[in-house]
């Protein structure tokens, strides 16, 4: 039969199609195929399979997907041939699609968990897994794939959660797929992303949302529900949590439907009881889970894994004979797996424990044998690199890896002590490893969002910066460069706040996702809080669904972060910092168990001291701090003598402090160090009858204002919010005992204050607001240029975020404005000012110093803060603020202005009330500069003015009018 043309070019256009995407010929049958793979239906893929024909011309999609379903139920056998049959036909078929014979290989050595291969195949920055993804069919299968290899091998952690996110989405699209259970495998991988990166709030999150979701499908409760529990539980055993983590892990056992899955519930049980002091049961556990991972693989990472984690809590629970043992046996088999530089199944935990074990003896070569062995093996793209100096491109992007760099700075440091001639090499050496631990943590630091995960990098890194400033320290004592000089001050400013500094980056550039968060976690917030007052129970619905609205919003703005510039502070921002305050003398202070640093600057002069306070500075200062206040506040009957304690104390914390120093300046920009931010520094000097300098209490360079050193700002309004309260009516409060503070009583002063500051300024906009609410507040702060708020604040000793600065609410005489509602306002104060007690008093935060409420406002974005570091006097305090407000007004800068204030009240207050306790409590955060106040005339001496002109001209005219006459 003859073919028309017209029959013929649809002929052509069929085969074209057929030859392009065969699986289109059979949609409903592939589409059945794909959906039983991804959704773990084995029995009924496999009946697929075998009635689906196999693509004449490339790897097909069905038989990517079958790879897959055989790998994830460890058919290695079957696996194995299959990947045979389809490499052989990518070599002998010239139309074979490349990128296809890839993903085979990718899926296949990610399962032997051979990361290494992958490497090997060629130079890895030319693998492109993802060309090619031009189907759905084939992106919902490999974007995992590749996702798990960044993450795992190539530790790319963005370009991982990102391909991530995207086979989330790609599942969402296809109505098939909707609900395959393989996105909870996804969510599973993302939730250790997000663990890995210390983001707990999320890696919960996800897994919680894993498991809720896998309860829909009998297919994913049998094959994927045991691996969210035993996950959860290894989470919570990590975090300590031991009592939930076994019920989690019995939970997953119990479920379990393979061995191999019994087998890693094995280890996590393993590694519970191993915590909680029960080695019967460790080992008894984990000798089952390594005979069933032997039985199933072999000498294989998953077996070299059991053996890590056995080895570790046979020495948590000091079985160090049967450790040994442990180790030498392993050490003794001949396998690949051994030489593996992967970050799998290597002998990481042996090393790590061998590591402590010679480091507590003072075997400190040995020990860094022990820790080279373990950065060795976790190096990337090996034969471009120096074992001896690697390149931070060639380390993995890990908590690990910038824990296992720091304990190798430690062990030179420790080996240049021990003969300073003869080991110098070693420092060098040591100072190398301290510097790429801290580029590590900037790199992991600025790939987190959440800040609670931030802060707990944050904790986690100091303790490594205590070493590196040591080390810091001994170079500087070699050879005292200016460039020796900033390396250290550096890394003590490191110490310091970086996580305040990057709020106030963000503040900058708030966009409207960030605003719909911010709503969000107010909504939180209060929630939270209701529950912990009122054991709200039904709140917990609520909360749920706020924490799912919440991270669909912090995804989005995590994605749109990583388009905009990234946040880091490292050397280069903080030389320039350094530079641009060149002109004021800087004095910044760190402390660790033993010793203070105290690093000062000015222009060209800079030294450094170390002072041993022999393990005491925390008690020396709490004692210090409580002898100023506490016997006004605690102590009503205390004698004369208790009053003046407070002087023995302060006389040591002087000589530690400000003795020391050698470039005196008339100006000196204090940086504080965790408890010395409770330390009024002027009452050190009035104690040595030395002459005070000027003093700026900055928690860190990093909050300092640089943007506008020379030019004033400009206030052309101030607002004062004013609470007041009249509890305790039955109790009697006289002018000297009242504190904003100490009872939620009337501020018998307060109203005095307030009416004076803005008497002050004449028509200046100053608006008194009465009986202020938590709205009023946060009004204020986005309207004025000036906030001052006079109120009480009440701390609560059982969790910070709970403290609250009392304001009204219509109906009720408190509205409760806590304190860590305050991390979501925002601000473009040039000043706050807290009239009220311990508003720069809070928890003590590791590498971020005191968090309060003063510390919060410079996060949100106010230039600077006027807070008190005790409960304060009403009385005093409504004098103290009156005084430093005419001092503004009268151009002096802001801590100069409240210290004059502080001087002029004690030279004309009674003897009784010139105590410390009266006056020291107030310091100046942050921007000090002067203040220029745009005072307009008064609106009753315009009219005169006006008036008089108009007369004067109506008397001009009318002479004007009879001369012409």
């Known amino acids: 039969m003859k073919l028309s043309s017209a029959n013929l070019k649809l002929l052509l256009f069929i085969s074209c199609i057929a030859l392009l995407r065969p699986h289109t010929l059979f949609s409903q049958q592939h589409t059945d195929f794909y959906a039983a793979c991804l959704n773990f239906e084995f029995d009924k893929s496999d009946s697929l399979y075998e009635h689906i024909p196999a693509s004449a011309l490339d790897i097909s999609t069905p038989d990517l997907y079958y790879l897959h379903s055989l790998l994830i139920r460890n058919k290695q056998e079957a696996a194995n041939q299959l990947v045979q049959i389809l490499e052989a036909k990518s070599k002998t078929d010239t139309t074979a699609n490349e990128y296809k014979s890839k993903w085979v290989t990718l899926m296949h050595l990610l399962h032997l968990r051979k990361f290494e291969k992958i490497s090997s195949l060629q130079s890895v920055e030319n693998i492109d897994f993802t060309k090619g993804l031009d189907t759905y069919e084939d992106s919902l299968l490999i974007l995992p794939y590749i996702a798990f290899y960044e993450h795992f091998s190539m530790h790319q952690f963005e370009a991982s959660h990102g391909h991530y996110i995207e086979s989330l989405n790609h599942l969402e699209k ?85 061995s191999f899955q019994r087998a890693y519930s094995d280890i996590i049980l393993g590694r519970i009881y191993g915590s909680m002091n029960n080695p019967e049961k460790s080992n008894a556990y984990f000798e089952n889970a390594a005979s069933s991972m032997y039985k199933l693989f072999g000498y294989h990472p998953e077996f070299f894994n059991v053996c890590d984690e056995y080895y570790e809590t046979l020495v948590l629970t000091d079985q160090q004979e049967k450790a040994d043992s442990l180790f030498n046996k392993i050490k003794s088999i001949d396998s690949e797996y051994l030489d593996s530089k992967s970050s799998y199944g290597s002998f990481s935990y042996h090393y790590k424990v061998k590591y402590h074990e010679f480091f507590k003896k003072k075997e400190f070569k040995k020990a860094l044998h022990n820790i080279n062995q373990i950065i060795n093996s976790r190096l990337q793209d090996l034969p471009k690199n120096n074992l001896e100096n690697p390149k931070i ?55 987190i969002y959440d800040r609670d995960s931030r802060i707990d990098l944050i904790s986690e890194y100091e303790l490594r910066l205590r070493n590196a400033i040591q080390v810091a320290y001994s170079i500087y004592s070699r050879d005292n460069s200016l460039k020796n000089f900033k390396q250290l001050l550096y890394l003590i400013d490191k110490s310091h706040s970086t996580d305040l500094l990057r709020s106030i980056h963000e503040k900058s550039s708030f966009s409207i996702l960030q ?8 909504q939180i917030i209060e929630l939270q809080n209701s529950k912990y007052f009122d054991k709200n129970d039904s ?84 004692q210090f701090y409580k002898s100023i206040y506490e016997p006004f506040i605690d102590c009503k009957e205390c004698d004369k003598h208790d009053r003046e304690d407070y002087k023995t104390f302060g006389k040591t914390l002087y000589d530690w402090l400000i003795k020391p120093l050698k470039h005196v300046n008339h100006k000196q920009t204090i940086i504080t160090d965790k ?34 050193l020379i030019n004033p700002p400009t206030v052309q309004n101030i607002s004062i919010p004013l609470a007041s309260y009249e509890q305790h009516k039955n109790q009697t409060f006289s002018s000297s005992d009242a504190y904003r503070g100490q009872y939620l009583g009337p501020l018998l002063h307060a109203q005095t204050e307030a009416d004076q500051i803005c008497n002050l300024f004449g028509s200046i906009n100053c608006a008194i607001k009465s009986t202020p609410t938590a709205k009023d507040f946060e009004t204020s702060l986005q309207q004025s240029d000036i906030v001052h708020l006079i109120s009480h604040v009440k701390q609560s000793s059982e969790n ?63 230039a600077s803060v006027v807070a008190s570091i005790w409960s304060v006097n009403d009385k005093a305090t409504s004098e103290i603020m009156t005084l430093f407000y005419k001092n503004l007004k009268d151009g002096q800068s802001r801590d100069l202005a409240l210290y004059n204030a502080k001087l002029t009240y004690k030279e004309n207050t009674l003897p009784e009330y010139r105590h410390p306790f009266y006056w020291a409590a107030f310091n100046v955060f942050g921007d000090n500069r002067p203040i220029e106040f745009k005072i307009k005339e008064k609106e009753s001496e315009t009219w005169i003015w006006v008036l008089a002109s108009l007369i004067l001209i109506s008397i001009f005219l009318w002479h004007r009018r009879i001369n012409s006459n």
């Not at 009452?683 to 990093?702: A, D, G, H, R």
Request: net charge negative; hydrophobic share 40%.
């Open 539 to 622: 709140a917990t619905f609520r909360l749920d669904s706020l924490d799912k609205e919440k991270y669909k919003i912090e995804k989005q703005i995590r994605q749109e972060l990583y388009k905009q510039e990234k946040f880091v502070y490292d050397y280069e921002v903080f030389e320039a910092k350094f530079d641009a305050l060149s002109d004021r003398q800087l004095i910044n202070y760190y402390y660790d168990t033993n010793y203070f640093y105290i690093c000062e600057s000015i222009e060209n002069k800079y030294a450094v001291h170390r002072i041993n306070h022999n393990g005491t500075a925390d008690q020396t200062i709490a």
């Open 675 to 708: 408890q010395i931010a409770m330390v009024p520094f002027e009452v050190l000097f009035e104690i040595n009858n030395q002459k005070v300098p000027i003093v700026t209490q900055l928690y860190s360079i990093s909050t300092h204002h640089l943007e506008d």
């Open 393 to 447: 491109a060639n380390l993995p992007l890990h908590r690990g890896d910038m824990n296992f760099l720091a304990m190798k700075s430690e062990a030179c440091h420790q080996i240049y002590l021990e003969d300073t001639i003869q080991n110098k090499k070693y420092l060098s050496v040591a100072m190398d490893a301290a510097l790429k631990t801290d580029s590590l943590f900037n790199l992991l630091y600025e790939r």
């Open 515 to 522: 605003e719909n968060l911010l709503n969000i976690n107010r």
């Open 800 to 862: 910070y975020g709970h403290s609250f600065i009392a304001l009204n609410k219509a109906g009720t005489r408190i509205d409760s404005l806590y304190f860590n509602e305050l991390d979501f306002f925002t601000t473009k104060s040039k000043m706050v000012v807290l009239s009220a007690c311990e508003t720069g008093v809070g928890e003590l935060v590791k590498g971020e110093g005191i968090n309060s409420v003063c510390k919060s406002l410079i996060g949100c974005g106010a």
């Open 174 to 258: 296809k109505a098939w797929s909707a609900n395959a259970s393989f996105k909870n495998v996804i969510k599973l991988f993302l939730s250790l992303l997000y663990y890995y990166q210390n983001d707990l709030h999320h890696a919960y999150f996800i897994l919680d949302d894993a498991i809720e979701d896998c309860n829909k499908s009998g297919a994913c409760l049998k094959h994927i529900q045991p691996i969210l529990y035993r996950y959860k539980a290894s989470f919570l055993s990590l975090d300590k949590k031991n009592e939930e983590a076994l019920q989690v892990a019995q939970r997953s056992k119990s479920l379990s439907t393979t």
